[in-house]
């Protein structure tokens, strides 16, 4: 195909992958006759991989990312899906590493149409191809439209809702000693930082300032340094949770090997104990590890710990999520680095944190728990790296940040 060339599509499914000599965040907008999104539900990314009619699919860096598109399942009113791609490296330009598209039949894998867009150069963004309704047919179109802002020029673009960076503040006041941190179960104040990234604009994400957040809207997805209560209807979550743990190469055929582990706390921030791949079992079997992933490959959570609060003993108040490289490599060699609560019972995803930036150490604290004294708990979104292979190393940075 050539740009704003069309072709009527031959099957009902159709997937559209876009491969790269590098790592690409591709992603899927439902429009309506506008032009716009009807709400942030219809920007389907690796952070919200499905929607109406569309769903979004990672190729674990070995393969392509897809965005699959049933057309009988799109529902009245979106008359188009646009499919995006952007490099995964912040601010690479798409300069010498021209992407294809590839249109195929998503029953039987068959090639509908391929599109190269041509002569590209500072774009960071790319809308490539469009699936469109027209006098009640579906078909493609190639686009191949830089945008030079990234995701967020497409985002802003289409009506999805991103946060702006707060402006900085016109003097640097001396800012006095800040008092000792609280024990362990008394919630700290502060309030988030913005993140000007589209992938945080999905459903539930909460605004800087909207106070306390819990689980009566559904899936939240947090921002780091954002707290979530875990309190549906008025009522503390006491139950079997799973935090997921997930991460992938940021380079095409090199195995990431990462360990994910808890390590629990009680009231004064004393060890109680630290759940790993070589401990898959603390607190009388009240936490438990799924055990070690030495790839990084595959899409779902790599790693596993599976948490029954109602079980946790009286002297644990604190839990804190962390992942280290045993190996050595260094989180600016990991793409996509998120960690997840799950009901156990239900499989429903309840909370998300996607870690967005990475520095060069081997170890990060993802995500602490942390028990009220009117008995809830409360997950923070954490993202601070450590310089430690082991969870070991972990231990006193971690009960620092409780």
Not at 205 to 218: F, Q, S, T, V, W
Not at 352 to 378: C, H, P, Y
């Amino acid at each position: 195909m050539t740009p704003g060339s069309n072709i009527p599509l031959t099957a009902a499914r159709v997937a559209v992958d876009v491969a790269a000599p590098v790592r690409l965040d591709v992603s899927g907008l439902l429009l309506t006759a506008d032009g716009k999104v009807r709400s942030d539900d219809d920007f389907i990314f690796f952070n919200q991989p499905s929607g109406p009619g569309v769903t979004y699919q990672s190729g674990g860096g070995t393969t392509p990312d897809k965005v699959t598109v049933d057309t009988a399942a799109v529902p009245p009113g979106i008359e188009k899906i646009v499919v995006t791609a952007s490099p995964d490296a912040a601010g690479q330009t798409f300069q010498g590493i021209e992407p294809t598209a590839t249109i195929r039949n998503a029953d039987d894998g068959s090639v509908l149409a391929t599109f190269t867009p041509p002569q590209l150069g500072s774009e960071t963004a790319l809308v490539i191809v469009e699936i469109y309704l027209r006098n009640g047919a579906w078909k493609a179109r190639a686009v191949g439209q830089g945008y030079s802002n990234g995701l967020a020029g497409i985002a802003t673009d289409f009506g999805v809702s991103v946060e702006e960076p707060a402006p900085a503040p016109a003097a640097a006041p001396v800012t006095p000693p800040a008092p000792p941190a609280p024990p362990v179960g008394q919630p700290v104040q502060g309030p988030p930082p913005p993140v000007a990234d589209p992938r945080q604009a999905a459903p539930a994400a909460p605004a800087p300032g909207a106070g306390k957040i819990n689980l009566d809207k559904g899936r939240v997805s947090l921002q780091k340094n954002q707290t979530v209560s875990l309190v549906k209807g008025g009522r503390p979550l006491l139950s079997q949770v799973k935090m997921g743990l997930g991460w992938e190469p940021a380079f095409r055929g090199k195995d990431i090997d990462l360990d994910a582990s808890v390590i629990a706390y009680g009231p004064q921030r004393n060890h109680v104990d630290s759940c790993y791949f070589g401990k898959l079992s603390i607190v009388n079997g009240a936490i438990k590890h799924s055990g070690d992933n030495l790839t990084g490959e595959g899409g779902g959570d790599d790693e596993v710990i599976v948490v029954d609060l109602g079980r946790l003993p009286q002297d644990v108040t604190g839990l804190v999520f962390t992942v280290n490289s045993f190996s050595g490599q260094k989180f600016t060699e990991v793409a996509k680095a998120y960690c997840r609560l799950i009901d156990a019972a239900s499989g429903e995803e309840l909370v998300r944190f996607d870690l967005t930036n990475a520095e060069a150490q081997t170890g990060v604290m993802m995500a602490k728990l942390i028990k009220q004294f009117s008995g809830e708990w409360e997950m923070t979104a954490m993202g601070q790296f450590v310089k430690s292979r082991t969870v070991r190393g972990m231990v006193k940075p971690a009960a620092q940040a409780l």
